[in-house]
């Protein structure tokens, strides 16, 4: 008997965790042939059903989330059409919560997994090959003769004795998914980790190993799904200093904190660490107490802002951190204020989310409460409330619009906090830039990056008492410090004033190296020059004073770094 495992990931990058603890259960059944691939939703569904159909498999099993659920469904159907006799097993956050309306709703789904998956898919695929009758196990449900059977809730697993789910050797291209708890201790009202209660935790021996096994095959990214990863503090300690203490150089491990459990301790622990050795997530997802009460949650922004502020204020780990739009009682007024005071902590990576009522979550059973229109089909985002109406969401979609292009890109970060620092407020910009974005329809189509820089540029042109020549020069900053200077008509030629000869002894003079680029140390001439471009600038960019005074500094695209080489004893 032969059974295809898969999921459709939303990137090429992700792996999909479920799906290869389903395989490594799979294995242990006898006389089974067992394969697994991750698809995205980004490849054609004919490609996948051909890849699907030629392995000739009895069983096709399915992990099924809001992102991917229409795209999968369309592919079960198309199975079925094509081969009847292949078995369609599902599981995952989407059709577990309501297993009997999704065997209604799709008849070419012959199992549903709900619960805990590993033990009872391993059941079923057993009781399938041994052409089982009457079918009754814990975590599985199917239709037969025009009724639902209903196996009865799967126990909880030890999560010790789950099976780790990669092979050897990793695939160094993907983002490695982990987890070292199952659970969540919170009870926030839009989210569906909270129905099931209490959290397990694998043993910090077994952890540390599995890190080993990690940081010995160099794999670049490893996120935890820990959905409080702190909520233990002596715990999440000891496995960040095993982090630490086995640095290889490498790897980041992405972890998701609650920031009322970050003290001094943590702050104490982490500020020494190598940059990207960690990075955090942290939902903060408003700033205001009658909202933050109002979805369960005690996590509030006066008691938890300083404390993150001093983490941010590290510089050696992103942090990323996270607003919901649509939460009860903010309205567009105090949605604002909760993205000012967010937005004033300078966090690597600030995402403006929207609410969503997932199947199985309170708020979603409370929707007549808060007055919901949300979308009956995944990933049931809304469309209004009794706070925010369908235009003001708009309107926050823009927003965010603009925050990705201009923040969370990283392309701007000398140009939009210097430009941000001349409004009122970071939303009063947000605001303005959108109007104008808006006046010229530029949300209806995609951008080049130069493009992007003109826009910005165009707008501030209608502000007055603005220093548009510094703030051009510190756009040539960010938007060269990235790449190589290529001409562009906006910024014009590169023009440095130095002989391409004299380049070259600067560089070959290890005095000069020393005091102006020391991490090229013992490196050769050949090999800096591949390495950086040297620029000259009217202000002196790469001090915060932004002095008026013709500036020569390089950007060394190796090791991220850049510098300044001189700057003229005159002022221009």
Not at 249 to 259: D, I, M, V
Not at 275 to 303: C, M, P, T, W
Not at 312 to 318: P, S
Request: aromatic residues 14%; contains cysteine.
């Amino acid at each position: 008997m032969k059974v295809f495992i898969t999921s459709l990931n939303s990137k090429y990058i992700h792996s999909n965790l479920a799906i290869r603890y389903l395989y490594k259960y799979s294995l242990q059944i006898s006389d089974a042939d067992i394969s697994i691939e991750d698809f995205t939703i980004n490849q054609r569904k004919d490609f996948i059903i051909k890849k699907i159909i030629m392995s000739k498999p009895d069983i096709v099993a399915f992990s099924i989330y809001i992102w991917n659920y229409a795209m999968t469904v369309e592919i079960i159907k198309s199975i079925k059409k094509i081969n009847p006799n292949i078995k369609i097993i599902v599981g995952g956050p989407e059709v577990s919560y309501d297993s009997k309306d999704v065997l209604k709703r799709v008849p070419s789904i012959d199992y549903v997994i709900f619960g805990e998956g590993e033990i009872p898919f391993q059941n079923l695929i057993k009781a399938i090959k041994n052409d089982e009758k009457g079918i009754y196990l814990p975590g599985v449900a199917y239709a037969e003769n025009e009724e639902i059977v209903m196996g009865p809730k799967s126990p909880l697993m030890s999560i010790d004795s789950l099976i780790f789910p990669y092979d050897l050797p990793f695939d160094k291209t993907k983002l490695m998914y982990y987890e070292s708890s199952r659970g969540c201790p919170y009870n926030c009202s839009y989210c569906i980790s909270s129905t099931i209660k209490g959290v397990r935790y694998k043993s910090l021996d077994l952890v540390k190993k599995d890190l080993q096994l990690f940081l010995d095959q160099e794999v670049k990214i490893v996120k935890f799904i820990d959905r409080t990863f702190n909520i233990d503090k002596k715990r999440s300690l000891e496995i960040i200093k095993y982090m630490i203490d086995n640095d290889n150089g490498l790897t980041t491990f992405h972890l998701e904190l609650s920031p009322n459990l970050i003290d001094n301790d943590w702050i104490e622990l982490l500020k020494d660490v190598r940059k990207d050795l960690v990075q955090f997530e942290v939902g903060i997802q408003s700033v205001h107490e009658n909202v933050i009460k109002a979805v369960n949650r005690n996590i509030y922004f006066d008691k938890i802002k300083v404390t993150l502020k001093e983490l941010i204020d590290l510089q050696n780990i992103h942090i990323h951190l996270d607003l919901i739009a649509g939460l009860p009682y903010e309205g567009l007024k105090e949605f604002m204020e909760s993205f000012d005071e967010v937005y004033a902590l300078k966090a690597d990576h600030f995402q403006l989310g929207f609410l969503k009522l997932l199947k199985g979550s309170q708020i979603r059973r409370e929707q007549d409460k808060y007055g919901y229109v949300y979308d009956s089909e995944p990933p049931y985002e809304i469309f209004s409330n009794d706070f925010l109406s369908y235009c003001d969401l708009i309107y926050l979609k823009d927003i965010e619009e603009l925050l990705e292009n201009y923040y969370n890109s990283h392309h701007f970060e000398t140009t939009i906090e210097y430009v941000v620092e001349m409004f009122d407020s970071p939303s009063d910009f947000y605001d303005d830039f959108s109007k104008f974005w808006n006046k010229r329809k530029l949300f209806e189509q995609k951008h080049k990056l130069i493009d992007l820089f003109i826009f910005l540029y165009q707008f501030l042109e209608e502000k007055e008492e603005l220093n548009l020549s510094l703030i051009k020069e510190l756009m040539k900053l960010d938007y060269h410090r990235k790449s190589r200077y290529k001409e562009t008509e906006f910024f014009g030629r590169l023009d440095i004033d130095i002989p391409r000869h004299e380049i070259h002894e600067m560089i070959k003079d290890e005095k000069f190296i020393l005091e102006k680029m020391p991490q090229f140390k013992n490196h050769s001439a050949k090999e800096i020059i591949k390495s950086i471009q040297i620029m000259s600038f009217g202000y002196n960019v790469f001090e915060k004073s932004y002095q008026k005074i013709k500036t020569i500094g390089y950007f060394d695209y190796k090791n991220d770094k850049f510098g300044i080489i001189g700057v003229d004893e005159q002022n221009e």
